[in-house]
Antibody, heavy 122, light 107 residues
Framework: QVQLVESGGGVVQPGRSLRLSCAAS????????MHWVRQAPGKGLEWVAV????????YYADSVKGRFTISRDNSKDTLHLQMNSLRVEDTAVYYC???????????????WGQGTMVTVSS | EIVLTQSPGTLSLSPGERATLSCRAS???????LAWYQQKPGQAPRLLIY???SRATGIPDRFSGSGSGTDFTLTISGLEPEDFAVYYC????????FGQGTKVEIK
């Protein structure tokens, strides 16, 4: 079945780095753009970053621009989020999500992973 | 950047009642790139509606979306016990923005 499984979360000190991964299965990963979305404890959803199906286009929320890098390995059906210079306010559950349309067309997020918790604390 | 404002913040209703959730955008949402998601505690969001009014796969027909431009509505025609949750609207035409959510709770 179509599935996304995140990994790599944990507790990290402010200023340190963490790399999240999202393993995809059950669909042609290389045909779909992918997103990261986060949710701070007790708060709403915040879009973080997107990468196009071929990795050629990447966009970031202002809150993470210059610190986070989204990437993908289509040979391994895996999405990544490299998070550097982490701040306390980056504490959240991080979800990866699949765009529901292929190519560059805009699309809603039809498949979500279960999320991985990132806690930034000294 | 599009700002999405959802109202009300909390909706207290009984099972069987009709729920009407509003999502207002600060500027026109292009080509109705507006989606609605449901999220239950401890779970990932689930796509309900895309393109403002199209139901996602497997979504019951008691869920319906409407609207265009800057005003959008999610209607649940008769609340089932499993529908009590938080609902988010989203603009996905770049940039990607979520509303702050509406909690539908049992009265």
């Amino acid at each position: 079945q179509v599935q996304l499984v995140e990994s790599g979360g944990g507790v990290v000190q402010p200023g340190r780095s963490l790399r999240l991964s999202c393993a995809a299965s059950g669909f042609t990963f290389s045909s779909y753009g992918m997103h990261w979305v986060r949710q701070a404890p007790g708060k709403g959803l915040e879009w973080v970053a997107v990468i196009s199906y071929d990795g050629s286009k990447k966009y970031y929320a202002d809150s993470v621009k210059g610190r986070f890098t989204i990437s993908r390995d289509n040979s391994k059906d895996t999405l990544h989020l490299q998070m550097n210079s982490l701040r306390v306010e980056d504490t959240a559950v991080y979800y990866c999500a699949k765009k529901d349309t292929d190519g560059y067309n805009p699309g809603a997020f039809d498949i979500w992973g279960q999320g991985t918790m990132v806690t930034v604390s000294s | 950047e599009i700002v999405l404002t959802q109202s009300p913040g909390t909706l207290s209703l009984s099972p069987g009642e009709r729920a009407t959730l509003s999502c207002r955008a600060s500027q026109s949402v292009s080509s109705s790139y507006l989606a609605w998601y449901q999220q239950k505690p401890g779970q990932a969001p689930r796509l309900l509606i895309y393109g403002a009014s199209s139901r996602a796969t497997g979504i019951p027909d008691r869920f319906s979306g409407s609207g265009s431009g800057t005003d959008f509505t999610l209607t649940i025609s008769g609340l089932e016990p499993e529908d009590f949750a938080v609902y988010y609207c989203q603009s996905y035409g770049s940039p990607w923005t979520f509303g702050q959510g509406t909690k539908v709770e049992i009265k």
